[in-house]
Antibody, heavy 117, light 112 residues
Framework: QIQLVQSGPELKKPGESVKISCKAS????????MHWVKQAPGKGLKWMGW????????TYADDFKGRFVFSLEASASTANLQISNLKNEDTATYFC??????????WGQGASVTVSS | DVVLTQTPSILSATIGQSVSISCRSS???????????LYWFLQRPGQSPQRLIY???NLGSGVPNRFSGSGSGTDFTLKISGVEAEDLGVYYC?????????FGSGTKLEIK
């Protein structure tokens, strides 16, 4: 069955960087895009952007341009999200979700990032 | 950006009751390709979101048929015909017609 398994919780200090992984299984990784969605504590869902898993081209929503990088390890069917120069407002759960024609029909379990001095 | 306004923000229902959630868009979600990219998700407490409905009215895989979606243009509705205990959580609509993709603010379904 289709599965997206994300990396574990992270505790970071302001100014540090973090890398979150999303490993896909049960389908051909490069046939479907990967989306990233942010959920701050107690808040709703916010779309961060997506990455074309065939070409590697990322597209970022305006609020996520600059410190956020989507990347791939296609040979490992893995999509990554890296956040640099962490700020308190980056404290959130980050979800990966499968894209393409079956947009967001499968989600990772979420990766919690806490930024605190 | 397209704004999706969900009402109500909180919904309290008894088991077996039928309920509806509204999602209104600030722009038409009808795409030039003829599709309307409007989706519904349920996020149960402590879980990741689950897609219920795609392209306005199509039931996702494994989703019970007590869920149904309808609407066109800027007005959309999710209906639950006979709420069950497992339906509690927060419901979100999402549009993918216009970039950036945007979500509604959510409707919390509570079971009385």
């Amino acid at each position: 069955q289709i599965q997206l398994v994300q990396s574990g919780p992270e505790l970071k200090k302001p100014g540090e960087s973090v890398k979150i992984s999303c490993k896909a299984s049960g389908y051909t990784f490069t046939d479907y895009a990967m989306h990233w969605v942010k959920q701050a504590p107690g808040k709703g869902l916010k779309w961060m952007g997506w990455i074309n898993t065939y070409t590697g081209k990322p597209t970022y929503a305006d609020d996520f341009k600059g410190r956020f990088v989507f990347s791939l390890e296609a040979s490992a069917s893995t999509a990554n999200l890296q956040i640099s120069n962490l700020k308190n407002e980056d404290t959130a759960t980050y979800f990966c979700a499968r894209g393409g024609s079956g947009i967001m029909d499968a989600w990772g379990q979420g990766a919690s990032v806490t930024v605190s001095s | 950006d397209v704004v999706l306004t969900q009402t109500p923000s909180i919904l309290s229902a008894t088991i077996g009751q039928s309920v509806s959630i509204s999602c209104r868009s600030s722009q038409s979600l009808l795409d030039s390709d003829g599709n309307t990219y409007l989706y519904w998700f349920l996020q149960r407490p402590g879980q990741s979101p689950q897609r219920l409905i795609y392209l306005v009215s199509n039931l996702g895989s494994g989703v019970p048929n007590r869920f149904s979606g309808s609407g066109s243009g800027t007005d959309f509705t999710l209906k639950i015909s006979g709420v069950e205990a497992e339906d509690l959580g927060v419901y979100y609509c999402m549009q993918a017609t216009h970039a950036p993709l945007t979500f509604g603010s959510g409707t919390k379904l509570e079971i009385k």
